[in-house]
């Protein structure tokens, strides 16, 4: 069973999971002004939706990032890999959901639980992760014969972090909301400097392949 | 014709309809909470959507999984194949409908309704399917040259049992809406593992072509 | 330019687009039935919607298997071709919309409006879909070099009386809405049948190629 | 690292971007007519949503047409070029919510806020567009070896004015809310008719390769 309609369905998920983020700010927009408000009042005080939709947007492409990683190391699937990877699709075409939930909540009371589930939705979603990872790298499983062994440990020891850091975060979202959700956003942020600036090295160092 | 385009598009619509699911659980998200309940207490009596979610997406992940074992036996399409398969799509991007009525009926009145709903349409999508295959696979019409016999004979006495599994659950679901609900979660359960234990083997048996 | 792109973005247009279809459903379900009705009734009163899904998703699914056999007949795209084909996507992920508006009105005063706004949308449907192919086929300009002449002249001819049909049947509407509706839902299982009836037959006659 | 996953995932929310704007003219129907307005009066009255669902979809065809011109130039990607074009999708799906603001509220008071809204938005698009083409171009690092010099450089010196128009446009809209809109249409047709009629001789000219 080759990858390419895997990587379509992935894909597929992905994009739509992305772009529904967008009802995450259209949803409930204005509901943050007084009945009566200008626009330009309602638009101002919807910050929260914009800034939760850049950090799930950029999480959700970090993934996508890494998915596209992952499967260049891969030769081929067989159903288990399928079932795998379709629960993990199936956590992040759920990230939308608390998305919303903390750009809502997070000025209001709601924001722990909100942040909390925005937490553990990403923790599931580096689980799973993992899951798909491990499954096709133990033993070299579903690995092609020319893997690069150096990126396939990369690849094993940045990702057996995540889930754990996400923990962290959750835990702390569940005692200081705010700062939880500032670190969701800046754990984001990391990755994107990591894949861009580190990432560009990386694939430097194995361009002769 | 190739297959190509038309697993682009069913992919498209398995995605779509996969990832629409969201909506399910986001659409009607607090109506079970009395007015003015924490976001914490909605969160929890909010779990039928998350399970409703579950078992649909797992459900459809499991038909992308099928569509693609059928897909690989299958060497070229006609056009009566792919109005089939349009109409086979048509029903699956159906189920997120009937989803969510389970998820907000399941506790009250409507659970009957909702839970028949929920049966007839995956009734109708294992006939379709069945449909799919069956019109490919008489006598060969659509199957690829070297399409294994094994696997062929396999997929047809698979497919058969699905409607009136549905059927079943359906009669039961009408007398005991929520032993029917339990049903078409098990019932997919059975599936992921059965795809993910049983298919391993199965793969592996057949790992030499 | 080859047409793989091309190809792509106009699934994922014709698939999401027929996918939010279920929105059509979705959106108003309830709104027939007095307050208080029970789910069942509210399930058999919202029959228009479900026949309105079924005619727009069929409509939607013969145009993606008649653009997959105009497309095999094209060899590479222009940059007029592809904005051509921008304003006929555009179009079809139109249909959503009228589809609803009648799915709601059909039985109410809005009748005939709705009516009418469905079949305009289908006629430009029909008519861009015309300007699709004939920009491409005029002269060969963009068919593959080993283009069957037979099944060229069989599009233009077949297209050529779409956007008129559409015509009639929206002026049937403008006078009698309901019995335009049905000629549109009759129209789509027309070339349903049409499709794979007929199509078997072409396919099979011109399976030597 | 190939290209071919990334105009899977680029196509994918293009599509969707583009298929979701119908839901900016579905979402707020009939809010521009007095309760008990007839359909054909809310239809009418409704124009607006129209006109914008129009320019915003052949903004974003447009969009995804130059996408398709960069990436034939473009032979590898590396996870900087991912991340920079993650950055830029980002802002393509964001299209439909400011598309909704200026559809309701061009007739009001909120005019100003929205044609700005809008006019930010493609500005940020053109700009990250822009960063994604020359992060690609800049000293040919991840061109093809055989880019034509002069498409590459026909498409830097078309690039780099767009963000400056739209700064322009948004100006007047700051101003001028009506007049601005007006300019967003214009220069979204004059991209379609500059596309179709000077791209075909660019086209011819550069057949020969």
Chains 1, 2, 3, 4 share one sequence.
């Not at 699709?89 to 909100?114: C, H, Q, S, Y």
Request: charged content about 15%; glycine content about 8%; proline content about 4%.
């Amino acid at each position: 069973m080759n990858t390419g309609r895997l990587e379509t369905f992935a894909d597929g998920v992905f994009a739509i999971a992305a772009t529904l983020l967008i009802l995450t700010v259209d949803g409930h927009f204005g509901s943050c002004a007084p009945a009566g408000a200008t626009l330009a009042h309602q638009l101002v005080c919807s910050w929260p939706s914009y800034v939760a939709y850049v950090v799930s947007f950029l999480t959700i492409g970090i993934i996508w990032v890494n998915h596209h990683t992952v499967m260049n190391q891969i030769d081929h699937a067989d159903r288990t890999f399928l079932m795998i990877t379709v629960g993990f699709l199936m956590i992040v075409a759920f990230i939308p959901f608390p998305t919303r939930l903390v750009a809502e909540n997070i000025k209001g009371d709601g924001a722990r639980a909100a942040t909390v589930a925005y937490g553990v939705t990403l923790t599931l979603t580096a689980a799973l992760f993992n899951a798909v990872w491990f499954y096709a790298a133990r033993g070299g499983r579903l690995l092609r014969p020319d893997a690069d062994p150096k990126i396939v440990r990369g690849i094993s020891k940045t990702f057996v972090f995540g889930p754990w850091i996400y923990v962290a975060l959750t835990l702390i979202a569940a005692v200081e909301p705010v700062l939880g959700a500032i670190g969701f956003g800046l754990f984001a942020l990391f990755w994107v400097i990591e894949s861009s600036v580190f990432g560009r090295d990386r694939s430097h160092r194995s361009s002769p392949r």
